[in-house]
């Protein structure tokens, strides 16, 4: 029972520490989950604003520089300044220079899907200037005489065409931010789905563990409160113990004092008077009377001895010292078959006699007890006591075919000392009996270290007892 109790909580500490471990571990990945997602998302974002803000910071330079080159065109051709009018050209190439810096620039911005309104705007880009170029080699006279034409039929219509391709390129990189917002959009979703699924996965689990943690504390406390009653109720056992302890010592004090008093003492007071008697007959020279008397005494004297040698033997035999338990067995057995009207057996399979005293006693008060039970309480006709070795166990059964009895619901001192001698020894006992179908008690002794083993049994099988004979 312990190793399978050992293994068990072994088995629930397992469990706990697992659970805990993969909680605290999902709780980690929930947290590292959250702050990388964040970080992309963030990283994301800000490489976003920082797109949008450099094509659009770009384009509206183009925007700029392609209005501005047509304003320096229009001075150009309209200023009659010549000084002012090469002024203004200078501006002009200026500016040119610009917008190809600023064209070379957004060409590494360009997005997928912005090529073709890109190619589109800088094909007209190129138109314009390529328009605008010859102008700048006008005469002042050519100037005066088709500067109003120009201006009003190629100037404003190609920079409007310009900068409403530049304005188309500003709503596709508006649309464009839209849809990376929305891919933004996306991966803040699905952090939230992977979220709330490693929310849910460690909510469920701490419920779990939750769950498993109040049912074994309430387990715990439930074999806590049964331990706390066991010890109750053991200390109420062991004061009852001791009180029944102290009982039975005096009744067997009694009883040995009646017997005592009652075989010993009259005989005693018998050969006293058998010795008055026989000073009497010497005083008178009677000497038949004499030796009438002293066999007299001689007979109670032995009668007295034996007495006494069958009130010690009783109390402790001395061949359970001197030959070993199971002699010491056989005869007790015997002297209950001769002195009562239930007849004892001894059967000893397969046992060496080599135990320690303390192993003897336990097995001879034990056998004394069930003996007498059966006697006394029982009313049995029959006895069958059985010693055996097997697997490193003294094994011993006592089966009477008394009156039997319920033992839940019985239990008296002599079964209780039965287990308490037992128990000692780290044995196990157990009382098997049901009203009407006789008792057999049987229990188990590990045997001592260095003890001899016996030769197993040829059948290889050990038979608790043998049925009764019948008459």
């Not at 050992?6 to 706990?16: E, G």
């Not at 689990?205 to 387990?219: D, E, I, N, S, Y």
């Not at 033997?313 to 015997?334: C, E, I, Q, S």
């Amino acid at each position: 029972m312990a190793p399978d109790k050992s293994s068990a909580d072994r088995q629930t500490r397992f469990v706990f520490f697992a659970g805990f471990g993969g909680l605290l571990l999902l709780l980690g990945l929930l947290g590292v989950s959250a702050i990388s997602s964040l970080s992309q998302i963030k990283v994301r974002e800000e490489k976003i604003r920082q797109d949008y803000v450099a094509r659009d910071r770009v384009l509206q330079g183009l925007r700029a520089e392609i209005y501005t080159s047509g304003t320096h065109i229009r001075d150009f051709l309209l200023d009659t300044d010549e000084a002012l009018a090469v002024e203004h050209r200078e501006q002009f190439l200026e500016t040119q220079r610009q917008i190809e810096d600023g064209i070379a620039a957004y060409r590494i911005l360009v997005r997928a899907g912005d090529e073709k309104s890109f190619r589109q705007f800088s094909e007209e880009l190129a138109s314009y200037m390529s328009a605008i170029a010859p102008v700048l080699n006008w005469t002042v006279a050519e100037r005066d005489a088709r500067a109003s034409s120009f201006v009003q039929n190629e100037l404003l219509p190609r920079r409007m065409s310009a900068l409403s391709l530049a304005d188309r390129i500003q709503k596709i990189s508006e649309g464009q931010l839209d849809e990376s917002s929305q891919a933004v959009s996306v991966m803040l979703a699905s952090f939230r789905g992977r979220l709330l699924l490693l929310l849910v996965l460690t909510v469920t689990m701490g419920v779990t563990l939750a769950g498993v943690a109040f049912w074994r504390l309430l387990r715990l406390e439930s074999e806590a409160r049964i331990r706390f009653d066991e010890v109750v109720s053991t200390r109420e056992e062991l004061k009852r113990l001791s009180s029944e302890l102290l009982s039975a010592q005096e009744s067997e004090r009694r009883r040995i004092s009646r017997e005592l008093h009652d075989e010993v003492g009259q005989v005693l007071s018998a050969i006293m008077l058998g010795l008055g008697n026989l000073r009497s007959a010497v005083k008178d020279g009677n000497t038949g009377e004499a030796f009438r008397q002293l066999q007299l005494v001689e007979d109670m004297t032995e009668r007295n001895a034996s007495v006494v040698r069958n009130i010690s033997l009783l109390l402790r035999p001395t061949m359970l010292d001197d030959l070993g338990l199971v002699p010491a067995l056989k005869w007790y057995a015997r002297e209950v078959s001769r002195t009562g009207p239930m007849a004892v057996e001894v059967d000893s399979e397969s046992f060496v006699d080599d135990l320690p005293e303390e192993h003897r006693t336990c097995v001879f008060r034990i056998v004394q007890e069930a003996v007498r039970n059966a006697a006394r309480h029982a009313g049995a006709q029959q006895v069958r006591i059985h010693i055996h070795e097997k697997d490193g166990m003294l094994l011993l059964s006592v089966k009477d075919d008394g009156r039997g009895f319920d033992p839940s619901q019985e239990s008296g001192l002599g079964i209780l000392g039965m287990h308490e001698r037992v128990e000692h020894l780290a044995g196990k006992l157990e009382v098997k009996s049901e009203p009407g179908h006789g008792t057999t008690v049987t229990f188990s002794l590990p045997l001592p270290r260095g003890h001899r083993s016996a030769e197993p049994p040829s059948d290889g099988e050990y038979q608790e007892i043998r049925p009764f004979r019948t008459a």
